[in-house]
């Protein structure tokens, strides 16, 4: 599997950014898909998942204010965020999840930086 994320940038706080995701590939196999963030100095935590079933989780700290959602047909997965605020501020990265006869693999794309200013 492999996912190319665009999106990202720079906003003042309020503001809204939409992040997507392109997975090509073993596409079939993934049962799950979303974002994780990374801020300096903190582990990366999970943002939001979309999982193939159609059931969404979020962090506490976006609920209300991010929204996944994805577009089956392109592959495509979207994170709408609005109501940005400094804490925001991260690396994004896409993940997807499959599920194989070995268990659970993690594929990564590469981050993109969200920078919201105060």
């Known amino acids: 599997v492999q996912l190319q994320a665009s999106g990202g940038g720079l906003v003042q706080a309020g503001g809204s950014l939409r992040l997507s995701c392109a997975a090509s590939?073993?596409?079939?196999?993934?049962?799950?898909i979303g974002w994780f963030r990374q801020a300096p100095g903190k582990q990366r935590e999970l943002v939001a998942r979309i999982y193939s079933g159609g059931t969404t989780n979020y962090a506490d700290s976006v609920k209300g204010r991010f929204t996944i959602s994805r577009d089956n047909a392109k592959n495509t997965v979207h994170l709408q965020m609005n109501s940005l605020k400094p804490e925001d501020t991260a690396v994004y990265y896409c993940?997807?999840?499959?599920?194989?006869?070995?268990?659970?693999?993690?594929?990564w794309g590469k981050g993109t930086q969200v920078t919201v200013s105060s």
């Open positions: 590939g073993s596409t079939v196999s993934i049962n799950a």
């Open positions: 993940n997807a999840r499959t599920q194989g006869l070995y268990g659970l693999t993690d594929y």
